[in-house]
Nanobody, 127 residues
Framework: QVQLVESGGGLVQSGGSLRLSCAASGRTAREFAMGWFRQVVGKDREFVAG????????EYSDSVKGRFTISRDNNKNAVYLQMSAVQPEDTAVYYC????????????????????WGQGTQVTVSS
């Protein structure tokens, strides 16, 4: 089992910045690709960003590209999402997720591809 715990959510004004953190336990971070998803009540969970197990490759949804940055520190078993120039449309519950990867593989974007999930952290952007 792998446990993921998100933190760093809160209220931020439009145009501001926020950094989300995800702490992982149970397995070495190098065994997993990591992703950030977000979800609004009544809507499907949406892929936001992903990062390869070594941190050398990243992927972003078009809606956040250029504004959000995903990174990881495998020595700390942690993954981060730096959110800049946030907009009210970014308001959602943000989840981190882990995907088991043994060999080099593309970063998955599909929710069903991920094996472990955190409980989420609320981000609210005020206009």
């Amino acid at each position: 089992q792998v446990q993921l715990v998100e933190s760093g959510g809160g209220l931020v004004q439009s145009g501001g910045s926020l950094r989300l953190s995800c702490a992982a336990s149970g397995r070495t971070a190098r065994e997993f690709a990591m992703g950030w998803f977000r979800q609004v009540v009544g809507k499907d969970r949406e892929f936001v960003a992903g990062i390869s197990r070594g941190g050398g490759t990243t992927e972003y949804s078009d809606s956040v590209k250029g504004r959000f940055t995903i990174s990881r520190d495998n020595n700390k078993n942690a993954v981060y999402l730096q959110m800049s120039a946030v907009q009210p449309e970014d308001t959602a519950v943000y989840y981190c997720a882990a995907k088991r990867i043994i060999m080099t593989a593309p970063i998955p974007r599909a929710e069903r591809s991920y094996d472990y999930w955190g409980q989420g952290t609320q981000v609210t952007v005020s206009s």
